[in-house]
């Protein structure tokens, strides 16, 4: 697998995780990188994005001000900081290269890392 997400968990609302997306290949330094869930019956949706740079991110309207998105080119990594975790969280979080991942024909997802938050 070229991406692969690690750092999901079971945890109380109001907590924090910090997600990692490593790339087995050093060509993903230079894209836009993105990180999207899917909820059990939903959707995948887009959560988070950030130029290879890491000078612009963009985030959906339900994680903005929680969530932090960051990358590390030299490490290959994309991390995901979510902070006051909330119930409505709870998903199956993915990373993909944009504008890829925002196509409904990108198969190229990862295995996920499990996020479930308590109330």
């Known amino acids: 697998a070229q991406l692969a997400e690690s750092g999901g968990g079971l945890v109380q609302a109001g907590d924090s995780l910090r997600l990692s997306c490593v790339a087995s290949?050093?060509?993903?330094?230079?894209?836009?990188m993105g990180w999207f869930r899917q909820a059990p019956g939903k959707s995948r949706e887009f959560v988070a994005s950030i130029s290879w740079s890491g000078e612009n991110t963009y985030y959906a309207g339900s994680v903005k001000g929680r969530f932090t998105i960051s990358r590390d080119n030299v490490k290959n990594i994309v991390y995901l900081q979510m902070n006051s975790l909330k119930p409505e969280d709870t998903a199956v979080y993915y990373c993909?290269?944009?504008?890829?991942?925002?196509?409904?024909?990108?198969?190229?997802w990862g295995q996920g890392t499990q996020v479930t938050v308590s109330s």
């Open positions: 290949d050093p060509k993903f330094s230079t894209y836009e």
């Open positions: 993909a290269p944009q504008p890829e991942g925002s196509l409904p024909e990108y198969d190229s």
